[in-house]
């Protein structure tokens, strides 16, 4: 069975966990979004947690080398954690996302991981359904967090910062708005300093929204094994 390095998945924990619940930097733009008044159907329309729970994706459908990971990150950070503070928005909820979290209908999510020969991978896929549909202006701006956070702060014990760096991700354009985005930073572990990654995409559907974290140590992740999980997730969204 395969050991998790504690200080590694501490500090990956933290990130992976906030990035799913709120504002993804970079904007992508596809086909334009549901007209207003109009109720969005299929994989746009306001769905239960059973429905969403079905939607994501088992540990073989991520890849044959995936397991259920039962320990997927669960923790948070406040905003004084943050330096500069305002760089919160980045990993916590974004401009207005707050207020989009108070629509909150249903969510489902399930962690998977992987350990290959010279890395530690993690995904964690989320799908929440909201009962308004969240504004283009929230990804629309979102974008701006990339550059004005390109580098910040996030503390990870008392006397620790760790450093972080922001980029746009390339992903491809799907569903209503898409997201990406990439935090590289050097994290603590028993092995010394090591660099990490963390990918995230986010895919605006109607009422719905479907994130997915890939994280990776020493390697980049994988595009690939991203792109699947994003476009299985929203395959299985489109059969409930």
């Known amino acids: 069975m395969r050991r998790r390095s ?21 904007l992508a733009r596809d086909e334009p979004t549901p007209t207003p008044g109009v109720e969005p159907t299929g994989a746009g329309r306001l769905m239960e947690q059973e429905a969403l729970q079905s939607a994501l994706p088992t540990s073989g459908e991520i890849g044959d080398s995936w397991r259920a990971d039962d320990d997927g990150a669960t923790s948070g950070s406040e905003v004084e954690h943050f330096d500069p503070t305002h760089c919160a928005q980045l990993a916590r909820t974004g401009p207005g ?27 964690s896929v989320s799908i929440t359904s909201h009962e308004s549909i969240a504004p283009d202006e929230l990804y629309d701006k979102a974008g701006d967090a990339v550059a004005d956070c390109a580098s910040f702060k996030l503390r990870y014990d008392k006397e620790t910062w760790l450093e972080y760096q922001t980029s746009p991700l390339s ?7 898409t997201l990406a985005y ?30 997915v974290s890939h994280v990776s140590m020493d390697d980049p992740p994988d595009p690939a094994v991203t792109e699947h999980a994003v476009r299985t997730t929203i395959s299985k969204l489109e059969q409930q």
């Open 6 to 26: 504690t200080p590694f998945v501490a500090a990956t924990a933290t990130v992976a966990a906030l990035s799913l619940a709120g504002c993804i930097p970079t």
């Open 97 to 123: 996302w707050d207020e989009l979290a108070d629509t909150e209908h249903a969510r489902a999510r399930a962690d998977y991981a992987q350990e290959a020969v010279s890395t530690i991978d993690f995904i």
């Open 171 to 177: 992903f491809p354009v799907l569903g209503d708005r």
């Open 182 to 211: 990439r935090f590289t930073f050097e994290a603590p572990s028993d092995r010394g300093p090591r660099t990490v990654r963390l990918d995230v995409v986010a895919i605006k559907l109607g009422h719905n929204s479907v994130s």
